[in-house]
């Protein structure tokens, strides 16, 4: 996928929905998606500037709210109800910004609202949550039901056996070699709202997607006594007594010294002039 970058001049910026208008102009763009406050102010501009066909922006919250000072709402509320005109679809996120954007003129048939309705990870089954974007509250029925397919689907298994954390070389793509390439095939805990993160996506299983690639603790006070781990070792290569060495430690929550002076026994060289 090609990308380019365009700079933002600090504060605000005249000049750029401009220079993004050319940019899109000389790409021929069909349709632009903007995202956040700020780029979606000047995309949007930019977009209907350049006659792309179809512009669309997600609302993923606003820059002030109505309890904010009246100079700060002014301006952003100013800005949003600008750009807003440029755009086809807005695609609103947090349920409580709808009112304020229907009070900045922006008509219902253009405000979406995403989330109404959710898949688990079983495609086909939706999940209705009407309940809570607009009552702030689940029904009993759908928790039991929620609960009761969670019991079912683990079919007596650990959260940590269901969420096994696999880490392998590339090169265990290579039919046969799979054994020999794998540096981790464990059990393991969290998920990505836990501080130890195994975030995953649930589309695709439970498999971790995101780990700490490094836990460290460094003590300012006397770095000897410093710790740390990695989730496997520091080697890449499978023959090597480091290649997932620290695995142990870190699926338990330990971590190693990780003091600047080398070890005792190290073995030292002098040099003596001639």
Same mark, same amino acid.
């Given at each position: 996928?090609?990308?380019?970058? !365009?700079?933002?001049?600090? &504060?605000?910026?005249?000049?750029?929905?401009?220079?993004?208008?050319? %940019?899109?102009?000389?790409?021929?763009?069909?349709?632009?998606?903007?995202?956040?406050?700020?780029?979606?102010?000047?995309? $949007?501009?930019?977009?209907?500037?350049?006659? !792309?066909?179809?512009?669309? &922006?997600?609302?993923?919250?606003?820059?002030?709210?109505?309890?904010?000072?009246?100079?700060?709402?002014?301006?952003?509320?100013?800005?949003?109800?600008?750009?807003?005109?440029?755009?086809?679809?807005?695609?609103?996120?947090?349920?409580?910004?709808?009112?304020?954007? $229907?009070? %900045?003129?922006?008509?219902?048939?253009?405000? &979406?609202?995403?989330?109404?309705?959710?898949?688990?990870?079983?495609?086909?089954?939706? !999940?209705?949550?009407?309940?809570?974007?607009?009552?702030?509250?689940?029904?009993?029925?759908?928790?039991?039901?929620?609960?009761?397919?969670?019991?079912? $689907?683990?079919?007596?298994?650990?959260?940590?056996?269901?969420?096994?954390?696999?880490? !392998?070389?590339?090169?265990?793509?290579?039919?046969?070699?799979?054994?020999?390439?794998?540096?981790?095939?464990?059990?393991?805990?969290?998920?990505?709202?836990?501080?130890?993160?195994?975030?995953?996506?649930?589309?695709?299983?439970? $498999?971790?997607?995101?780990?700490?690639?490094?836990?460290?603790?460094?003590?300012?006070?006397?770095?000897?006594?410093?710790?740390?781990?990695?989730?496997?070792?520091?080697?890449?290569?499978?023959?090597?007594?480091?290649?997932?060495?620290?695995?142990?430690?870190?699926?338990?929550?330990?971590?190693?010294?990780?003091?600047?002076?080398?070890?005792?026994?190290?073995?030292?060289?002098?040099?003596?002039?001639?």
């Amino acid at each position: 996928m090609r990308t380019e970058t !365009v700079a933002k001049r600090p &504060n605000l910026d005249p000049s750029l929905p401009l220079r993004l208008a050319a %940019l899109l102009a000389r790409r021929g763009a069909e349709i632009v998606h903007t995202h956040n406050p700020k780029p979606g102010v000047y995309g $949007r501009i930019a977009a209907r500037m350049a006659r !792309v066909p179809v512009v669309v &922006n997600t609302v993923h919250g606003l820059y002030a709210q109505p309890g904010d000072a009246w100079a700060r709402r002014s301006v952003v509320y100013g800005l949003e109800r600008i750009a807003a005109k440029c755009s086809d679809a807005e695609l609103v996120q947090n349920v409580e910004d709808l009112p304020v954007l $229907r009070g %900045l003129g922006i008509p219902d048939d253009k405000l &979406n609202l995403l989330g109404r309705e959710l898949e688990t990870a079983q495609p086909g089954v939706p !999940v209705e949550f009407d309940d809570v974007l607009d009552e702030g509250r689940i029904d009993d029925d759908l928790l039991r039901a929620a609960l009761d397919d969670a019991i079912e $689907r683990a079919d007596g298994r650990t959260w940590g056996e269901i969420h096994r954390l696999l880490i !392998v070389h590339p090169l265990a793509s290579i039919p046969g070699l799979e054994p020999l390439f794998t540096a981790a095939d464990v059990p393991f805990g969290g998920d990505e709202q836990t501080v130890a993160q195994g975030g995953f996506d649930g589309s695709l299983g439970f $498999r971790p997607a995101v780990i700490p690639s490094w836990r460290v603790v460094w003590d300012l006070g006397d770095l000897e006594r410093s710790v740390g781990v990695v989730p496997t070792g520091v080697s890449g290569n499978p023959a090597s007594p480091h290649w997932s060495d620290q695995l142990d430690l870190y699926i338990g929550g330990g971590a190693k010294p990780y003091g600047f002076a080398p070890p005792p026994a190290a073995p030292t060289l002098t040099l003596l002039p001639s």
